[in-house]
């Protein structure tokens, strides 16, 4: 197995990464590359779920991999870029709701050296949508004049300007990755051990996501949690039931966020504290704890914007599961004859769609995307959802 095996269902990205891949191991061995296999920053662009993520690190580690073919998956370069402990490998994973221009600055400077132990230096930026201003102009000088030795691998949804910069994006090689097809999936999850049954199923309810499709088919409380939201839409039968959704998908949100994130917090806290020389009884003590307070407040504030990230992220795979339901009754009035997303919700997709002319599943499914929008510009949750879950009143 090779490091591009991770990738389901994108041949055609693979077969030009790999010979990016061939293309480094040659320019290091002083070897004659083919022209133009390999350039020094990349854009990964595709729906979430499509592995943009796995495709950039599987490049990261293909690079650094020194035996034929490049990207063997068996080396220890291959093995220390997957555990995320490669020494030239830097990953930018924004843990809040942006990546700020000082933290953007810190690995610029750092890409600038020279690789310490592998073949290059490379650089990783998930979600390079959430970019500020600044950090992108910071990352934009760095790309402009790259160091020799330096790759740079950017993961966004689009090349829309509000996704990545224009400036950005005209530097860098664009490889689009399409959603996965289900039975891609499916036999991803039956080679891990699950049952073809469950496979299949997981590979379709997850819409391509092959993440959600593994937490769906190992997770009871994912499940459960899908199962609540997609017995929405049948029962918004009043305006009180409207807002009781509201109500749950909003707090079902807050509590998988907190499940996510409250351990996590309290050790940080504490580690922080211990670092800072909380509890300690010797010359300076007192004064090193007056100093913590400031440290203590700028942790306390990453944490809650990556409280507000989870939440936001929770939120959204709940209304990705609400579009796709009426998807499902889009197709049952069409008398499309493609599988459902929701086999399993047949019943609730038909009830909805007798209730519903085409024209009213289509506002439907839009009010449900337009909430989406909303919530990535700041609209508070409770009050998109709710304007959300009004709107998708049967008549």
């Known amino acids: 197995m090779t490091v591009f095996d991770a990738l389901i269902g994108q041949h055609a990205a693979i077969a030009e990464l790999s010979r990016a891949a061939a293309a480094a191991s040659d320019l290091v ?3 004659p590359a083919q022209p133009g296999a390999l350039t020094h920053a990349w854009l990964f662009t595709g729906p979430a779920g499509s592995g943009r993520s796995v495709a950039a690190r599987a490049l990261a580690a293909a690079v650094q991999c020194d035996r034929q073919p490049a990207g063997c998956g068996s080396c220890p370069a291959c093995h220390s870029v997957k555990a995320g402990t490669h020494p030239d490998v830097r990953q930018v994973i924004p843990e809040g709701l942006s990546i ?13 050296r020279r690789p310490s132990l592998g073949r290059w230096q ?31 691998l950017l993961c966004a949804p689009s090349t829309h300007p509000d996704d990545v910069i224009v400036t950005i994006r005209s530097r860098c090689r664009v490889v689009p990755l399409r959603i996965p097809p289900a039975a891609a999936i499916a036999e991803v999850l039956r080679a891990e051990g699950f049952d073809a049954e469950t496979a299949e199923w997981a590979a379709q309810a997850s819409g391509g996501h092959i993440g959600r499709a593994k937490r769906l088919a190992r997770d009871p409380e994912a499940r459960a949690r899908r199962e609540a939201v997609l017995a929405i839409p049948a029962r918004l039968t009043s305006l009180h039931a409207c807002f009781e959704a509201a109500d749950h998908l909003v707090q079902a949100a ?15 806290i504490e580690e922080l504290k211990v670092a800072m020389g909380a509890g300690g009884t010797g010359k300076g003590a007192t004064a090193a704890a007056r100093g913590s307070a400031g440290v203590l407040k700028e942790l306390e504030r990453r944490q809650k914007s990556r409280a507000t990230r989870l939440q936001r992220d929770a939120l959204d795979r709940a209304l990705v599961d609400l579009a796709s339901f009426y998807r499902d009754v889009l197709l049952v009035q069409s008398g499309a004859e493609v599988p459902a997303a929701h086999p399993d919700f047949a019943t609730d997709v038909r009830t909805v769609a007798r209730a519903l002319d085409p024209a009213g599943a289509l ?10 929008q909303a919530i990535e510009l700041n609209v508070k949750p409770k009050i998109a959802v709710e304007a959300m879950t009004a709107a998708l009143r049967l008549p």
Do not use: W, Y
């Open 100 to 112: 700020g221009v000082n933290e953007m600055r810190a690995v610029v400077g750092l890409s600038a």
């Open 254 to 268: 807050e509590a998988e966020a907190r499940s996510l994130h409250a351990d996590q917090d309290v050790t940080e």
């Open 29 to 31: 061995a002083g070897r």
């Open 363 to 372: 506002n439907r499914l839009d009010e449900v995307l337009a909430c989406r």
């Open 122 to 152: 490379v650089v990783v930026i998930e979600d390079a949508d959430r970019l500020t201003e600044g950090a992108a102009n910071a990352l934009l000088k760095a790309i402009e004049e790259p160091p020799d030795r330096t790759i740079f």
